[in-house]
């Protein structure tokens, strides 16, 4: 008999404002607090502001399990800086409950793809804790590698925690070839 | 007939609005601009704006001699990001025509006894051209430690270039 394991899909759209308190839930969980650099007890109300100003250069991608959004992540350019125009970071949160299910490797492909094929980025650029062992692998696995360790980087849990700094080139995309 | 030599006088200042039109000088150097992420024919009212209205928790000091500004040094610290709290991030850059001269020393150590001494700081963290020796050996002397190598970070000159990703912790108090 065949032991089936049913792949989920997620539908990826762009984050709206009207999302802020999805997103505010997914804050609300102590994993994803744990592996960013967000603290515990959100504000809805910070987060409806937030989503209502989009940030320029940026583009904030949804993942979502039927009508509940489940993941969130997003792509931060850097206007006002003409010689980092190729670069981007990347920044992503899954909600608790839905870590480990793959919503993280449909974001970062649905990342990735607008990356190489619409936004033209050759840098792709992240920092992840050194012990978020599924995370680093996730990054790995679309071609992140590590470019260093930054050293007590953020305060999570009572004490000072090192990230990786971790980069994605692509090679292929015309800016980078003489 | 006495001749006596003039006591060069630096003094380390905090940077003000009107010191817009000095900036835009000191980023019209093309060594200033190789060292940096400017980019060249800077812009008089770029700087203005930059000054009149800068990023919550960030620090200009100006490294002046006489009426000249020398030398610049921005020190950003994360206010709104209670988990980053403890670290800030700094760049500088020496008017191409007092570079070499300790200009940069200077900046540097009223940097790390702002940092340590009253602004409650553990980590300050930079990015330099990983062929920028003359920077790298300047943040090293002040206890910077290379972290990682950027690649492709920037572009310069026609290229893509690495930078280094470097930090000093706060020294441990010595008894």
């Given amino acids: 008999m065949d032991a089936a394991t049913e792949k989920m899909s997620f539908l990826i759209r762009r984050l709206e404002p009207d999302d802020y308190q999805a997103v505010y839930r997914i804050f609300s969980g102590p994993r994803a607090v744990w592996g960013t ?26 993942a979502c399990a039927g009508i509940e959004l489940v993941g969130q992540l997003g792509i ?3 206007p006002g800086h003409p010689r980092r125009q190729h670069a981007a970071e990347i920044g992503m949160a899954v909600m608790d409950e839905w870590q480990g299910k ?15 094929k619409w936004l033209n980025l050759s840098r792709l650029e992240l920092q992840v804790y050194t012990d978020n062992e599924p995370a680093v692998r996730l990054y790995k696995k679309f071609g992140f590698v590590i470019e260093g360790t930054l050293r007590s980087f953020a305060f999570r ?19 980078l070839q003489p | 007939m006495e001749t006596s030599s003039e006591e060069i006088k630096l003094i380390i200042r905090r940077a003000e ?10 980023f019209t150097g093309p060594r200033v ?8 024919y800077p812009s008089a009212e770029f700087w203005r704006k930059r000054l009149a ?55 540097m150590q009223a940097t790390v006894d702002l940092a340590d001494k009253w602004l409650n700081l553990m980590r300050l963290e930079l990015e330099v051209y990983t062929d920028n020796e003359p920077a790298i050996r300047l943040y090293k002397k002040f206890g910077f430690e290379v972290e990682g190598t950027l690649r492709c970070f ?16 706060k020294p441990a108090a010595s008894s």
């Fill in chain 1, 76 to 78: 931060d350019t850097f």
């Fill in chain 2, 17 to 26: 609005p009107d010191d817009y039109e000095s900036l835009t000088r000191l």
């Fill in chain 1, 157 to 175: 849990d009572g004490q000072y925690v090192d990230a990786y700094t971790m980069a994605r080139i692509n090679e292929n995309i015309g800016m």
């Fill in chain 1, 37 to 62: 650099l967000q603290v515990p007890y959100p504000s809805a109300d910070a987060w409806h502001k937030r989503l209502a100003q989009p940030r320029e250069g940026s583009t904030y991608l949804a």
């Fill in chain 2, 154 to 169: 920037a572009y310069r000159d026609g290229q893509y270039v690495d930078v280094y990703s470097m930090a000093r912790m």
């Fill in chain 2, 53 to 107: 209205d800068p990023t919550d928790g960030y620090y200009g000091l100006l490294a002046c001699i006489g009426n000249e500004v020398v030398g610049e040094l921005g020190l950003l610290t994360f206010p709104k990001a209670p988990r980053r709290r403890h670290a800030a991030s700094l760049f500088m850059a020496v008017r191409d025509d007092w570079q070499g001269q300790g200009i940069g020393s200077a900046l």
């Fill in chain 1, 102 to 116: 793959g919503v993280g490797t449909a974001l970062m492909q649905a990342a990735v793809d607008l990356a190489d």
């Fill in chain 2, 33 to 40: 601009i190789w060292g940096t992420l400017q980019v060249p």
